[in-house]
């Protein structure tokens, strides 16, 4: 559930929306000093103007990706029953599609289902995703059986 104090700032993300598309960044860029003007100040006196934006950008993402339930249903609905019911097993509403300028946005299902070729970028940046967090997973398999063999 949105908080209503930063209902301002969520109709920001949408005005920016609509002209940028879904690209988390760009949106944190044009929003970002508007939205929190005394924040985005004190932040850049104190050296971590950086660190407020990558929180920002994160916070833009979860939106993204996740609208409300009466917007989920309507984009759900405008899927073909014979994709809904896989699609229904996702865990997002919209994924991630890179794009060939290092940057990407999040599409909507529903998009991706109508432009397989977003839909292939998207499968293969989640495998990418998953297959590093296996990748680390199995160093730190390796360096908690050496620790283990050295007790």
């Known amino acids: 559930m949105l908080k209503p104090i930063l209902l301002p700032f969520y109709e920001m993300i949408e005005d920016a929306r609509q002209r940028l598309g879904d690209s988390a960044p760009k949106i944190a860029d044009e929003v970002i000093e508007r939205a929190f003007p005394g924040t985005m100040m004190n932040a850049e006196m104190e050296g971590c103007d950086r660190m407020l934006r990558v929180g920002i950008i994160e916070a833009i993402k979860d ?17 073909s029953e014979d994709f809904g019911r896989i699609a229904e097993k996702l865990k997002s509403d919209s994924y991630f599609v890179p794009g060939l300028n290092g940057e990407g946005e999040y599409v909507l299902i529903k998009d991706l289902v109508a432009k397989p070729i977003l839909l292939d970028a998207a499968r293969k940046f989640m495998r990418q995703k998953g297959l590093e967090c296996i990748s680390e997973a199995q160093i730190l398999d390796e360096l908690y059986e050496a620790v283990r063999a050295s007790e």
């Open 63 to 79: 939106y993204l990706r996740k609208p409300p339930a009466c917007e989920r249903q309507r984009h759900f609905a405008e899927i």
